[in-house]
């Protein structure tokens, strides 16, 4: 026999010994504070006991340091405001060298929001329906002169210049039955998803300055225009019909 045979069969017996109460013998343990009979592996490790486990539960134990935390909250905040006096360029070094795995985990973080997010407004979308409805009644008259402006600085806009007429819109209409971005057969009701969208392509807001004029119109699906960014960036990378003036 090598010595870590002699030494497992130590063990072996050791723990014969100690099987006395019929709990250990199904690997569970008397918590003496909750007083609940769980297995081992609800007890975190530590080898100055007998048994090789530590005294209480791991719940417990985390609750005791809550508890502990919460008592002594202003205590501990004055140190680490201390620490941080002391090292006040410890937490940026600290950043800067575990860039990489902080932009990693904003990464999974906002991806897991994201999904979190619409499973939230997936459950509570009545909730949110009643409440749009009672923001709408409630401001009825500020949205209605936000359209109203919209409208007629659009049509402001519409009058400036331009070189589109009824006809060749027309004939535009007729030429693109798909959106020019996702491909998708266009809808002529406004409120379906994929309802037809005049878009501008560069947007007509004050900063981008877009022209309600034939190389900056075309059709897209309602989701597509509304999900376009406001300062029209995105109007680069896109390979359309329309080309830029
Ligand atoms: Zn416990
Ligand atoms: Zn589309």
């Given amino acids: 026999m090598n010595g870590f ?9 050791q723990n014969v010994g100690q099987f006395t109460g019929i709990e250990k013998k199904m690997n569970k343990k008397i918590c003496p504070k909750c007083k609940v009979i769980k297995p081992f592996y609800e007890f975190s490790k530590d080898r100055i006991h007998k048994d090789g486990l530590f005294r209480i539960c791991k719940k417990c134990d985390s609750l005791k340091h809550k508890q502990y935390h919460q008592k002594n909250k202003e205590k501990l905040n004055k140190k680490t405001q201390q620490w941080r006096k002391k090292h006040p360029e410890y937490n940026k070094q600290y950043y800067l060298k575990n860039i990489q795995y902080y932009k990693q985990w904003e990464k999974g973080h906002y991806q897991k929001r994201q999904i979190q997010h619409k499973l939230w407004y997936q ?16 401001n009825e008259e500020k949205i209605k002169e936000i359209y109203r402006n919209d409208r007629n600085r659009r049509r402001l ?3 400036q210049k331009t070189d589109i007429t009824t006809q060749w819109l027309i004939n535009l209409k007729r030429n693109t039955p798909y959106c020019a971005l996702c491909n998708v057969k ?7 998803p994929n309802a037809r969208h005049l878009d501008h392509i560069i947007p007509l ?24 960014p406001k300062n029209g960036k995105d109007y680069v990378f896109q390979e359309t019909g329309a080309a830029r003036g």
């Fill in 157 to 159: 806009l519409y009058k």
């Fill in 186 to 192: 266009l809808v002529e009701n406004g409120h379906h």
């Fill in 205 to 228: 807001n004050k900063q981008c300055k877009g022209t309600h004029t034939m190389n900056n119109v075309r059709f897209i699906c309602r989701t597509c225009n509304l999900s376009r």
């Fill in 123 to 138: 459950i509570n979308l009545d909730k949110v329906k009643i409440q749009k409805k009672q923001y709408r009644q409630k």
């Fill in 5 to 13: 045979h002699v030494r497992q069969m130590s063990v072996l017996v």
